[in-house]
């Protein structure tokens, strides 16, 4: 079987790359990870076997750039020397075995410091391949990683990204993209708040994300959103959920947009997403979509903000709300979640909306959303968070009970 498509191009794009593979080194690129397969090496048993050897991926786009660090993982027992002793020249830290990526096994890191930095992945490679070579062939002459043998398959060409994710990689945290895998999310209005939401969860690996909102993108949302929009981008008021889609498909696939407000006539169609973020303000159908996902499995994340101005005419105060449920903890949505229905036509007069209030409540909504499903550490379990912006204070009710 083939590599992926998304592997195939880097290799062929890039000279040490492809200079590698050229040589009949088996490599393929994985979670943002150089694998080199079929590498031999000695096991403490003295014995000669294959191991894989794994390192970050550090790109510029799509081209390769030196390697920022000498260390690289290992897949298979810890190497030792032709004599079975450890092959003291790698070994890192004593570092025990941890995982690095999603779709390998846990595997050593080890350390081959050269005297000036690697020029290039080849040099990187050959390095390693060398230091653990040269003992296998002093027990079996012939043992070699230059094969050419086509990589094994990978399912990265389900990848949702474009480029690797290199930053996952980076940050040691490539392995916990599994627990994504199975989410399917959908945004319920597509304004300050629900725009940061996207821009957030869209750098998740999450197969698809699903917009919705029936209103266009004007002058005001530009001063909401992330990012910078030019007069062409407002040009004949695009639909919020066609612009925002448009400019996150250049990142990945599948954001999907629906360019239609929640109704009767779809509301039946959240109940098909694991987690639904309501990013809207009160009306009159935001309690049946919480009947609705609550009905079902869906977990509903609901974030809103109630600011004022001090005495009609001072500085802006209030509160940024995020408020979980789902069908088993749902009693306290009455007490937090306002479901009074708002005139769309007073809503600038009755709800100030700052920028940076609206990317806090989106990143206490994805915080949340995250630690739900074993992303982040939860000690408590709140149900409701809420940030006082006069005191700086957050407060979270009700939390999790033992």
Known sequence: MAPSSMSHALIARNQDLRSLQEAGYTVRVADAHLIVENVPYVTPGKEVQDGILA???????????PP???VAYWVGEFPSDADGNELVTLIH??????????RL?????????????????????ETYVGILGNEAQKIRPDASAQRWKIATASDEDADVFRFPDTASARHRTADLGALFRDQSVAI??????????????????VPEIHLFDGKRFL???AYRAPGAYSLDDLEGGPFKTELHASRYRSMRRRVVSHSTNIDEDNLGDLGAFSTVFLCMDGHHIKRQILQTCLASSTLVIDAGMGL????????????VRTTMCDPERRDHVADCIPLDEIDDDNEYDRNIQIVELNALNAALAVVKWKKEIGFYNDLEGELNCEYTIDGNRLINWPQRQE
């Open 308 to 319: 004022y101005r001090v005495d009609g005419t001072g500085p802006v105060a209030g509160i």
């Open 105 to 125: 096994p846990a595997a050593y890191t080890l350390s081959a410091k050269p005297d000036s930095p690697y020029r290039d992945y080849h040099h990187k490679v």
């Open 93 to 102: 830290e004593r570092a025990a075995k941890a995982t690095f990526s999603e």
């Open 55 to 65: 390192m970050d991926l550090d790109l510029s786009a799509a081209s390769t750039v």
């Open 219 to 221: 002058s005001h949302s």
């Open 188 to 205: 319920v209005g597509l304004g300050g708040t629900g725009s940061y939401v996207l821009d957030l969860v869209a750098k998740t690996p």
């Open 68 to 70: 920022t660090n000498h």
